[in-house]
């Protein structure tokens, strides 16, 4: 069939050397034009491939063509064997030693047998101190109570009142009486006490915070005592101040946070120092030796005035017999 397709479409066409057999004749019937014409000598190329049971045929020239046989194909695996080939792989690969190398941890250790001994509360809440200053936070909440969040700056008169160590008792006391979620801000900069009384050496500061180096998040740690937190500040030179121009952002922060935040500022006379933290806060209090708030300087004390500071009271200590 192939070969008589491929000669009508030569005939068609007057392909090279079909010579007509003679002049076309028209057709008795019909009228159309039949044109006859005799093909060459030449055998034209073909094969033809049937259906089942059916011999090939073909050309002499085109089955005289030989294909080399192919290659018989392995049949594929089965998906078992094929599990079992790779757990096989897996079984024959030589396990490596593990290598490990130790680094110390550098950060704050929170221990609270580190805790200093003049935190009484936290050592011996049964201890008439400890109730006298379960008494004094009684009173003090009671005088902020139509504050919400509030940030409250204690100040001493002078070095070595005892400032540091009435605040963090106070904050531990209102920890653990009253369920809040407090921070103690340290920021004396020249003598920074709130670390070390809580056991502990940061890393990173209050400054740092306030001059963009670290995050406020990475720096306010955790202690002992149940939510309690601490922003701690590191040792500078005299004449190295604080970057006061966040603090009032600084503060808007703490407050978002905690319930109740509690600044260790420096002492009255450090004015520049302190006037940030007091216009920032909702009150302040005054920490000086017992029987010396009759003598307290009026110039600081007016200075605080014109920064709004409320002065909301004074603490007064003294050593214990």
């Known amino acids: 069939m192939a070969r008589m397709l491929e000669s009508l479409k030569r005939g068609y066409g007057m392909p090279q050397g079909a010579v007509p057999a003679e002049a076309p004749k028209p057709h008795a019937q019909s009228g159309e034009c039949v044109m006859e014409w005799a093909l060459d ?62 680094e110390p941890w550098t950060g704050p250790r929170i221990d609270s047998s ?48 005892g400032t540091t160590t009435v605040l963090l008792n106070l904050a ?15 920021a004396q900069l020249q003598r920074p006490g709130i670390a070390p009384r809580l056991g502990f050496t940061p890393e990173a500061d209050l400054d740092d915070v306030l001059a963009g180096r670290a995050a406020l998040e990475h720096c306010v740690l955790g202690t002992a005592v149940p939510a309690l937190h601490v922003l701690p500040a590191l040792p500078r030179q005299p004449n190295q101040g604080l970057a006061t121009e966040g603090i009032a952002w600084l503060a808007g922060r703490l407050r978002q946070r905690f319930d109740l935040v509690l600044v260790d500022a420096p002492e009255l006379e450090n004015v520049r120092d302190i006037a940030a933290w007091i216009a920032a806060a909702d009150g302040w209090f005054l920490v000086c030796p017992h029987g010396e708030s009759r003598t307290l300087p ?3 004390l007016d200075t605080m005035t014109r920064f709004a500071g409320k002065l909301r009271g004074v603490f007064h200590t003294a050593y214990a017999a």
């Open 298 to 300: 009026r110039s600081p």
């Open 172 to 186: 531990v006391t209102a920890a653990q009486r009253s369920q809040r979620r407090l921070v103690v801000v340290d």
């Open 41 to 102: 000598e030449a055998e034209v190329p073909f094969i033809e491939v049937g259906g089942p049971g059916k011999v090939l045929e073909g050309s002499a020239e085109v089955l005289a063509v030989a294909h080399p046989a192919q290659a018989k194909q392995p049949p594929h695996p089965s998906t078992e064997q094929a599990l079992a080939h790779s757990s096989l792989l897996a079984q024959v690969a030589q396990p490596r030693p593990l290598a490990v190398t130790f």
């Open 114 to 161: 580190a805790i200093a001994r003049e935190i009484v509360v936290h050592h011996q809440p049964e201890h008439a101190i400890s109730k006298q200053y379960a008494g004094l936070w009684n009173t003090l909440a009671a005088g902020i109570a139509e504050v919400s969040h509030p940030l409250l700056v204690f100040v001493g008169l002078k070095p070595h009142v």
